[in-house]
């Protein structure tokens, strides 16, 4: 299974600051369709998980454009800017290039 | 508005079995792929298994083929996941997800399964 590795485990922050989180595959997410297969999740503390971000940079419908997905091949990145306290539980990234889907072990964005 | 309702969670003996339930509404579930996804206690996400739009492709997870059933009756608008041989590492929130161009795009709020003697 591709290992998905998330970086930081915990990411203190600042109302109103920007925080980069990273998300790196143990093998390109480049499927032969040519498409990246990358997706970023938040889940809020006591809630489901919620789709952000698809294939790398698209962001989902309602998500705002405080958040951007950048990236390419294994190395991912989530940025999120002037941070709201709505903003706050764990991320996880996704790739469904290669099956089975396989999900990074999440970053908690939390009040410095 | 997507809406998800799971059911059919509790506790279980190691080794019996458990039918869970998604009742999906406001969007056409015949349209729709669909999987479930799980999350032990404390821990990560961890996709279970998917299936297509008409029921004739599923796909599980290697630690669950052969033990669990996914289904759906398009007629009901209803998601299943039929669970044998159950073990303690099955413990965890299962969540049914709308899963298609946009990957888990809306999610249930999930229902607890508990493995224990």
């Known amino acids: 299974d591709v290992l998905m590795t998330q970086t930081p485990v915990s990411l203190p922050v600042s109302l109103g600051g920007q925080v980069s989180i990273s998300c790196r595959s143990s093998?390109?997410?480049?499927?032969?369709?040519?498409?990246?297969?990358l997706h970023w999740y938040l889940q809020k503390p006591g809630q489901s998980p919620q789709l952000l971000i698809y294939?790398?940079?698209n962001r989902f419908s309602g998500v705002p454009d405080r958040f951007s997905g950048s990236g390419s091949g294994t190395d991912f990145t989530l940025k999120i800017s002037r941070v709201e306290p709505e903003d706050l539980g764990v991320y996880y990234c996704l790739q469904s290039t290669h099956f089975p889907d396989t999900f990074g072990a999440g970053t908690k964005l939390e009040l410095k | 508005e997507v809406q998800l309702v799971e059911s059919g969670g509790g506790l279980v003996q190691p080794g019996r079995s458990l039918k869970l339930s998604c009742a999906a509404s406001g969007f056409t579930f015949s349209n729709y792929g669909m999987a479930w996804v799980r999350q032990a206690p404390t821990k990560g996400l961890e996709w279970v298994a998917t299936i297509s739009y008409d029921g004739s492709s599923t796909y599980y997870r290697d630690s669950v083929k052969g033990r669990f059933t996914i289904s759906r009756d398009n007629a009901k608008s209803t998601l299943y996941l039929q669970m044998d041989s159950l073990r303690s590492e099955d413990t965890a929130t299962y969540y049914c997800a709308l899963h298609g161009y946009y990957p888990f795009a809306y999610w249930g709020q999930g229902t607890l399964v508990t493995v224990s003697s």
């Open positions: 093998q390109s997410l480049v499927h032969s369709d040519g498409n990246t297969y």
């Open positions: 294939r790398v940079s």
